[in-house]
């Protein structure tokens, strides 16, 4: 994609880089994508980007969406969703052609934009699991995160926890339960995962935010957090309970080659005795039911250790431009990886944009760093 130029105004020598926010999508996540992308929206900087905002409605459909960060925040305990609209935007999917279009019923399609950076602000499936990273590969579009298959690895936690185990990395012990093996030998099933013992987080194996996972204190219990799992996912992964305390890294690509970077760490505690974990809705609805610190109380050692294993998490699965590396520090000062997140929450409050800045970056610096990173490689293979 070509960097377009625009008539210089007075006093603006240097033309905008012209940065596409998308938001919305197909995921349960939704209104945390909408949400996102108001906070970017209202911390980029205008005077370098020029921000063409486009949603994407829980139906797929790409429409032009409003340029107002306050529209799309999260109000009264209430997510928005992205509006339909008889008109669409289509992405250019030819090579060299960089203008993004919008389609009017009965209308000859009208250009709407020469794009430099596309900034994909969506979670889940669908945004985060490398079918759009794809879609823009195919479009010769540059983009801010990870490429397709760092994307997919990192939203599907089977897959995940074979590419950390081959690069040495500490993991738990687990199960996955496919489709077929449910539905025909539930039994089996029942077998490998008893000597995982007591408790079991059931997860499904490709959703993000916490949806539809349970925690498992009975084996009795066992098969309705299994289909309460397969609401968001046929596939399912059952994972032993770690005994220790929750740490989450923020990692940033490396600029000109260079090893990608660690912020300092911080550390989630569920305060809400009710809340057996840090759920969906303690996550961006319910903040009194838990406290998040950062920095996370630790050694400087242990500090280290994190950080160190959560580059090597993020360069497993060839991560790019940001991804949060979520770990576990047991009793005894093991360091263990949970998983690694490639498109974390990014509205100002979130813990990856909070961690950068106990690091010494603010959020308006964390958004430039990463437009530039996405400028800065090439589309394509790498």
Not at 7 to 36: K, M, Q, W, Y
Not at 84 to 99: H, M
Not at 249 to 258: F, I
Not at 327 to 335: A, N, R, S
Request: aromatic share 6%; charged share 25%; with cysteine.
């Amino acid at each position: 994609m070509s960097h377009h130029t625009e008539p210089a105004s007075a006093g603006n020598a240097a033309p905008r880089t012209r940065v596409v926010i998308l938001f919305g999508g197909r995921s349960g996540e939704h209104g945390i994508s909408v949400a996102t992308a108001g906070g970017v929206m209202g911390a980029i900087d205008r005077s370098k980007y020029e921000v063409v905002p486009v949603g994407i409605t829980p139906k797929g459909q790409w429409v032009i969406a409003a340029d107002e960060p306050e529209r799309w925040a999260i109000t009264d305990g209430k997510a928005v969703e992205v509006p339909a609209s008889a008109a669409e935007v289509v992405l250019p999917l030819t090579v060299g052609d960089s203008a993004l279009r919008v389609m009017e019923p009965g209308q000859v399609p009208s250009a709407l934009a020469d794009v430099d950076v596309v900034f994909p602000l969506l979670h889940g499936p669908y945004g985060e699991d490398g079918t759009l990273q794809g879609l823009l590969e195919l479009a010769d579009a540059r983009y801010v995160g990870s490429g397709v298959l760092a994307s997919a690895v990192g939203m599907d936690k089977h897959f995940m926890k074979m590419v950390f185990a081959g690069q040495g990395l500490p993991i738990g012990p687990y199960a996955v339960i496919k489709p077929r093996d449910w539905d025909q030998h539930r039994d089996v099933v029942l077998q490998t995962v008893e000597p995982l013992g007591l408790p079991l987080f059931v997860k499904p194996a490709r959703a993000g935010s916490s949806l539809g996972v349970s925690r498992v204190d009975s084996l009795d219990d066992l098969p309705a957090a299994v289909e309460e799992a397969r609401r968001h996912d046929p596939k399912v992964i059952v994972e032993a309970g770690i005994v220790g305390r929750e740490i989450e890294c923020a990692v940033l690509g490396g600029r000109g080659g260079a090893r990608a970077r660690a912020s300092l760490p911080g550390e989630i505690v569920v305060t809400d005795e009710t809340k057996k974990f840090y759920d969906y809705e303690a996550k961006y609805f319910d903040e009194s039911a838990v406290e998040l610190t950062c920095p996370a109380d630790l050694p400087d050692h242990v500090t280290k250790e994190i950080q160190e294993i959560a580059v090597r998490a993020f360069e497993a699965v060839d991560a790019e431009g940001l991804a949060r590396v979520d770990v576990f520090v047991t009793p005894d000062g093991q360091v263990i990886v949970n998983e690694i997140n490639t498109m974390p929450g990014f509205t100002p409050f979130s813990m990856y944009p909070r961690m950068w800045q106990a690091s010494g970056v603010s959020y308006p610096e964390l958004i430039d760093e990463l437009v530039q990173l996405a400028l800065e490689r090439p589309t394509g293979l790498r």
